[in-house]
């Protein structure tokens, strides 16, 4: 496993890539290694590894185990991060909906186009949360910020979420 002279981020994505085709460990320490690198140089950290930071440490406060923390290889349950993903969709929706038409005419299809799934799917995650759930997902009243978030979590929902229709793992 040479990881000398590669960028953090090509060394990341390629731990990624070991990681989703079964080669776990080998994967889980080159992205460990990427994170380590980028951390240590001071460099500003990729879109997608922030996400995957954001993701790990929300894991942690939750007492649940991610990969980039746990050496034995063990995956998260699917679930989980997924529903972040689906979360920030929701949140982007609550957010275009309190701005107003001049932001996002249509947010359901705009999410539904980012995230690859059909506008059913999109209104089936907003009406499958509770009204205690959604309290959480707060609205938020910075544009450009929203939309960032929105368009990360979409990338990484449809890249590691959906495998020819079907369900795959995701972190």
Known sequence: MKTKNKKPYSLYLEGLNDYFLGNDLIGIRKMQQAMSDVLIKGEEIPEEMRHALHISFEMIVRGEKHYLFNVAG???????AAEKCRND???YIRTAKE???????NPVNTISKHYD???KTVNRWVSSLKNDELKIIEPLNNKEFIKKIMLASARAYKKYSHKRGKPTKLY
């Open 74 to 80: 063990n995956r998260p349950p699917v679930s989980y």
């Open 89 to 91: 969709a929701v949140r």
């Open 99 to 105: 701005i107003g038409s001049n932001y996002d005419k």
């Open 117 to 119: 799934v059909t506008t």
